[in-house]
């Protein structure tokens, strides 16, 4: 099956052959997909069966509950709870993994809610789900009158508490998928029957703000869809189940492709050991489809070894002695910088400044490909730092020679080969990735947000150039008080002497200098 590219930038996300395989068939109604990030399986509904199923390539298809209380929407929180959209009950749950069952909202103004439909977890803690009546229809539900008289979105704040009104009561007819964009700025809610998609902002206070739309005219006379599941990428495009399958949207709103499937799409989750395996819920069966990017990152994702807990202004110091250095993974996140083909490729705009060749030397790309692999298996959240420029380099000052070279070399333009990551280090699910114009990971972008938000004050600080952007990069952590690590042969710049002269005199002012083995196994 060829899926449908209406731009070039829809094949960078999936190849237009990519094979659609059928992981489970003869089902209902399939809805709500979520991956369990460390037991490795995807857990998923069938509405009209009343049944809970979970699938994993050893084992297939297995019944995990019956009565479900008809469940629709399904996710996990930091924690791995499962957090459920019940339709048979209108309420939200929570199950712990113990089997303890919680109700987290049932009613609003002392009325029932309609039937939760879908749900996301903020990082904050606080959960946004939709409520239309779907649930109080035969076959999705159980059929019975309504008690609230409209249909929206509620937020429940963190640690628990009513759910609170997010959005016009009169705004919606039948909210139905939501999702946020990857560093929660906005939230994307679907409604199914005006066929269309519209975006809020997020504010501090997790009130949502400026509701306009984002995209419309879902719907098709010649194929059946409608928006239902939704999801955003790592890179902010939004995928929408939708006429003949999915449409991914990039965060401008402009149309990009289409995901060919053979039945109605209901629901999409992103899964698999790298997170690159899109599972989608259609109708009657469950399908699986390889991708060239991941999901926006969630609390859950983090849990590898297990829940990921924020680090806070108390947390012991971590011991770096390089003779006994231990490292809570929970606290770490790996920085993978400036490592872009224009800076250390030969044919790359700075080939002759010798960075390729001492790349080589220190089998930089190597060693951070292994490094990042193993942090990534021991729940380190990983981000890619690139420098990315528009086409004619505006708001790039001309104050430093660097600068200067960068404009004149057309280096690191976005969508060129030059600045995409070298083969081998492309992001992978879960993820995260923050663009800079200057040296600094830190100057002008989101990477304390990431850091904050993710609980992780201990910085293994990898890529190129060793002399300027990872050290200007260490420094600035260490001012800012973040535990900066420094993995030498995980770096390299334009010759041997600039990387030592960095590495042996200013780095360990700032940073503990090590190497990758002993980060590996500092992890533990």
């Known amino acids: ?35 369990h990030p460390l037991e490795q399986f995807l857990l998923f509904s069938d509405m009209p069966a009343d049944v809970r199923r979970r699938w994993d390539p050893r084992r297939g298809v297995v019944e995990v509950r019956r009565p479900s209380n008809k469940c629709n929407g399904m996710t996990y929180d930091a924690e791995l709870n499962l957090i459920v959209c019940e339709h048979a009950t209108s309420s939200l749950v929570r199950e712990r993994p113990g089997g303890q069952r919680e109700i987290i909202a049932s009613h609003f103004e002392n009325q029932e809610l309609n039937s939760p439909n879908d749900v996301c977890v903020h990082t904050s803690g606080a959960i946004y789900f939709s409520d239309p009546w779907y649930g109080r229809m035969p076959v999705y539900g159980v059929e019975r009158p309504r008690q609230l008289g409209f249909q929206v979105v509620f937020r429940v704040p963190p640690g628990g508490g009513p759910p609170r009104l997010v959005v016009d009561r009169h705004l919606f007819d039948q909210p139905n998928g939501l999702c946020f964009s990857p560093d929660e700025k906005r939230l994307y809610v679907n409604d199914t029957v005006q066929a269309l998609i519209r975006v809020f902002d997020v504010e501090a206070d997790g009130t949502l703000s400026n509701a306009r739309v984002f995209a419309s005219a879902i719907r098709s006379e010649l194929e059946p869809g409608l928006p239902d599941g939704m999801k955003c990428d790592q890179r902010g495009n939004v995928w929408v189940t939708a006429p003949g399958g999915v449409w991914v949207y990039s965060p401008g709103g402009d149309l990009l492709g289409k995901v060919r499937v053979p039945e109605l799409v209901a629901n999409l989750a992103w899964g698999g050991g790298d997170f690159r395996t899109l599972y989608l819920t259609a109708t009657h069966s469950v399908y699986a ?51 872009q083909n224009d800076v250390i490729m030969n044919g790359g705009a700075f080939a002759s400044s010798g960075a390729p060749d001492h ?31 528009e086409p004619g380099a505006p708001g790039v000052t001309l104050n430093a020679p660097l600068f200067e070279g960068l404009v004149d070399s057309k280096a690191m333009v976005r969508g060129s080969w030059g600045a995409a990551p070298v083969a081998g280090l492309e992001p992978k699910g879960g993820d995260f990735i923050v663009e800079k114009m200057r040296m600094s990971a830190w100057e002008g972008t989101r990477l304390e947000t990431i850091l904050k938000a993710t609980g992780r004050d201990i910085i293994i600080n990898t890529g190129a150039w060793t002399n300027m952007s ?36 200013a780095m360990q002012n700032v940073a503990v200098v090590t190497n990758a083995d002993a980060v590996a196994k500092a992890f533990g």
């Not at 099956?1 to 992981?23: K, N, S």
Request: aromatic share 8%.
């Open 359 to 389: 790349a080589k030397q220190q089998r930089v790309v190597d060693n951070v490909r292994r490094l990042a692999e193993i942090a990534r298996s021991r729940g380190v959240v990983v981000i890619h730092v690139w420098f990315v420029v």
């Open 289 to 339: 489809i390889p991708t060239r990017v991941g999901p926006r990152h969630e609390p859950y994702m983090n849990a590898s070894r297990g829940a990921a807990k924020p680090a806070s202004s108390g947390a012991p110091a971590p011991r770096l002695s390089n003779t006994d250095m231990h490292l809570d993974p929970r606290r770490c996140a790996m920085i993978i910088q400036d490592l």
């Open 1 to 35: 099956m060829t899926h449908v590219t209406l731009r070039p930038e829809f094949e960078t996300l999936i190849d237009p052959y990519a094979p659609v395989g059928q992981v489970g068939t003869g089902f209902d109604f399939t809805e709500g997909p979520i991956w």
């Open 470 to 505: 990872i050290e200007h990069t260490a420094r600035t952590g260490a001012d800012k008080g973040y535990f900066m690590v420094v993995p030498e042969d995980c770096c390299s710049t334009m010759n041997a002497d600039w990387h030592n002269a960095s590495i042996n005199f």
